[in-house]
């Protein structure tokens, strides 16, 4: 649309006055049912600190597919805090994060899949590696994995490596990637 009405400026038209204002939103599950919500930021222009499903206003001239897309990507990106599973760790850019913190999660893997996790975690983090898992637990391949096998990287420096001081049979663990 923005190709057929050059003659407009659109950039400086204003939804609800210039043009009839439309929102853009999504729904999204995983392959377990569960929905991705996210809670309004306190600079939210209504319904501040309320749980909702991404979505926005559609700009003038844009699609309704490519604001949904555009609206999770700043919400997501907005985030200080995000929740990632396992499997949605490949889609995010290269050093994307500061600090990945991974708490009891490598033991619902395989060892082939947490070999792949870790190698995720050395690809998006720039900077830390917070690890606290089991001590001994088993592992979806039916076989144990014990604290000294988990495949970190040699190039990673490590801060501490230690038993949980409140729960002991988990340990904790903090690089440098």
Not at 163 to 172: D, M, N, S, T, Y
Request: hydrophobic share 35%; charged share 25%; proline share 5%.
């Amino acid at each position: 649309m923005k190709d057929i009405i050059p003659y407009l400026n659109y950039k400086n038209m204003k939804r609800g006055v210039d043009y009839i204002g439309v929102g853009a939103g999504a729904i999204i599950f995983n392959n377990e049912g569960k929905v991705f919500i996210s809670q309004r930021g306190p600079g939210a222009r209504n319904e501040s600190g309320k749980w909702d499903f991404p979505g926005g206003g559609v700009e003038f001239g844009e699609r309704c597919e490519d604001a949904v897309v555009r609206e999770i990507k700043e919400e997501f990106e907005a985030a200080r805090i995000r929740f990632i599973m396992a499997h949605q760790i490949e889609y995010l850019p290269k050093k994307y994060f500061n600090l990945t913190i991974s708490i009891s999660t490598l033991h619902e893997m395989t060892r082939k899949q947490i070999s792949n996790y870790i190698k995720q975690i050395n690809r998006l983090t720039n900077g830390y590696f917070y690890n606290k898992q089991w001590i001994r637990s088993y592992a979806k391949d039916n076989s144990y994995i014990r604290e000294d096998e988990y495949p970190i990287p040699k190039n990673w420096r490590t801060i501490y490596q230690r038993p949980h001081p409140i729960q002991r049979l988990f340990f904790e663990a903090l690089y440098e990637t």
